[in-house]
């Protein structure tokens, strides 16, 4: 992943995942142990912390498990993919909606503000599937 040229605590976070990996590696029954994937959210809203709209299981065995978190700018979605899929997953972001597409799992998430589709992708590493949604700016 490239480095934000304007953030000065890149560096920072690479070295802090490594740490919290050398940590893990050294907890006891580490062989079980595995980091699946992380988010740091290093941009402060004008409001305080970033706000979580939904975490843990979901409604029903069809739906993929997924947290949301907002700032004023933008909107983070990281959901856990199954460990066998027949398929790639896909996010299909439109402006009001996201549906994350795994096999026959399809998991749609309205969303309250409008999404600049441009500037918004996804990416999928280890089980994670990272969505990154860009707002669209009130005029």
């Known amino acids: 992943m490239q480095n934000n040229p304007g953030g000065p605590y890149d560096d920072v976070f690479i070295n802090l995942a490594k740490i ?7 907890m006891p029954e580490s062989q079980h142990a595995r980091i699946v994937g ?10 305080g912390d ?3 709209f939904r975490a843990g299981a979901p409604d029903d065995d069809g739906e993929v498990p997924y947290e949301v978190v907002e ?5 983070f979605i990281t959901a ?12 299909d972001i439109e402006v009001n909606c996201v549906r994350i597409v795994v096999d026959d799992k399809i998991t749609t998430i309205m969303l309250d503000n409008p999404i600049d589709r441009i500037h918004s992708y996804y990416r999928v590493h280890r089980g994670v599937m990272d969505i990154s949604l860009k707002k669209v700016k009130n005029l």
């Open 20 to 26: 919290v990996e050398d940590i893990v590696k050294n």
């Open 38 to 47: 992380y988010t740091i959210i290093t941009r402060q809203t004008g409001s």
């Open 50 to 52: 970033p706000d979580v």
């Open 71 to 75: 700032t004023d700018d933008d909107l």
């Open 80 to 91: 856990m993919m199954p460990s066998d899929p027949r398929n790639a997953p896909i996010a």
